[in-house]
């Protein structure tokens, strides 16, 4: 689609009725470069003097010497500057003139506006950007572009076990390759990479947007090279979110809905950990333990399956953790487990080993032997123990080496 052709023709002095009752109106002072206007969601950034229709000025930002930033048709400033500012160039010097209902209506702004005010703002478009930084760092790592927004009406995005229907084009380096294609699956089953669902998951229905995706949300080092895509490529994905259906709530669900729905999790939960992927197996065992935790209607006998099941969850999580050497969160995952079956053979090994990692020997000798004895054949807590004795040992030989030999000086200067 081409872009329009700017006028050469100035408008400076040209007034403009940007709403149909008359309540905003802008005179444009200086014009403005290209075509392009913000739209809504755009970081704006501007200088401005206001003034009440007898001249008297009560804010300026250039009196303050610094540009004044806000995020545009989101409220965060009054009606009249979120319309008027929407139909400025950049550069663009205009005048808005903002009756009371477009400013601070009957109430005001005391001390320095009065009630029902007529406000004059003189405002300078200095720049903007339409692109909203959406990576879970805050790294730049993936930038999002709004191309269309959605439904007005809605303001829910699509969360972890959603069934979402996208259309999806992927380019690297302005070349097509993932042409654009229709797409339906349930977010979390790695159906795409994480940085394409991290950004899917900030749409709303009916909403398209441009992501720019950096390596390591993308292809990472390695590349693609059955996509065409070189090794550290910045890739770039328009995804127009089509429809969603959420996953049923707990609090819509019976009891004996929220234990089959925590099975189904903690099975998917052990899959993904058998594959070694355990950032997506937590995910999943921490969803089973949500349900479990909602005990609202919940009869004496399906909590203590629910109970019963937790164990297993949190000991889980501890295995994860174990593998992504975690070892503060074993322990956290660890004790809700022995709080709920306190000679649990596997939750104490798996503390201890957290323990022995973090140089807890003291700790982790109480608990494997706490173990031992709840289960005197146990050969796993054997190991354990003979680790530790090791580990002790080696740190006694590394002391005695670093402070033997130091001592040796002190004697030898003595002498």
Known sequence: MAEPVQSTESEVGKEVQITTDGGLVKKILRDGEGWQTPVKGADVVVHYVGTLLDGSEFDSSRGRGEPFKFKLGVGQVIKGWDQGVATMRKGELALLTCKPEYAYGASGSPP???????????????????????????????????????????????????????????????QIFEPEH????????????????????????????????????????????????PPNATVVYEVELLDFVKEKESWDMTPDEKVASALKRKDEGNELFKASKFKRAIKKYKKALTF??????????????????????YLNLAACKLSTKQFTEVLEDCKKALELDPNNVKGLVRQAKAHIELDGWEEARASLAKALEADPSNVDVKREQARLTKKIADQNAKEKKVFGGMFDKLSKMDN
């Open 112 to 174: 320095k506006i009065p009630p029902n005010s007529t406000l004059q703002f003189e405002v300078e478009l200095i720049s903007w950007s339409d692109e909203e930084d959406v990576s879970p760092a805050k790294d730049g790592g993936i930038m999002k572009k709004l191309l269309q927004d959605g439904d007005a009406a809605g303001w829910e995005t699509p969360r972890e076990e959603a069934k979402v229907t996208v259309k999806v084009t992927g380019s690297v380096n302005g």
């Open 292 to 313: 479990l935790d909602a005990e609202y209607g919940m009869s004496d006998e399906q909590k203590a399956k629910a109970k019963e099941l937790k164990v297993p969850l």
């Open 182 to 229: 229709q797409l339906e699956f349930v977010m979390g089953d790695e159906h795409v990479g994480d940085g394409l669902e991290t950004a899917i998951s900030t749409l709303k229905k009916g909403q398209k947007a441009r992501f720019t995706l950096k390596p390591n949300y993308a292809f990472g080092a390695q590349g693609d090279a059955s996509k065409n895509i």
